[in-house]
Nanobody
Framework: QVQLVESGGGLVQPGGSLRLSCAASGSILSINAMGWYRQAPGKLRELVATMPSGGSTNYADSVKGRFTISRDNAGNTVWLQMNSLKPEDTAAYYC???????????????WGRGTQVTVSS
């Protein structure tokens, strides 16, 4: 099995910063893309940022210039640096990974359980 564990959410004032982390572990042969999605109450889950192995990053228009996605050299950890946070960034943030499993070579998309980010004064 594969697990994704997020951390780093919390309550922050508008204009503040947070850094989210997500570590993948388990039966991993390789990870193609990793990314972050978010879901606010009453809304659909939306892409925030993705980062494929060796490829270019992709950001939602609403976070460009404020958020930065990065991965470690091993490729199993992804971070999301969030600056200049706005109340509309309030949501549960989910880590996502496109994994090829060591146990059977199959390719699956895995999700973390989410971490809450609340931007409020």
């Amino acid at each position: 099995q594969v697990q994704l564990v997020e951390s780093g959410g919390g309550l922050v004032q508008p204009g503040g910063s947070l850094r989210l982390s997500c570590a993948a572990s388990g039966s991993i042969l390789s990870i193609n893309a990793m990314g972050w999605y978010r879901q606010a109450p009453g809304k659909l889950r939306e892409l925030v940022a993705t980062m494929p192995s060796g490829g270019s990053t992709n950001y939602a228009d609403s976070v460009k210039g404020r958020f930065t996605i990065s991965r470690d050299n091993a490729g199993n950890t992804v971070w999301l640096q969030m600056n200049s946070l706005k109340p509309e960034d309030t949501a549960a943030y989910y880590c996502n990974a496109d994994v090829r499993r060591r146990m059977d070579g199959a390719r699956y998309t895995y999700w973390g359980r989410g971490t809450q980010v609340t931007v409020s004064s």
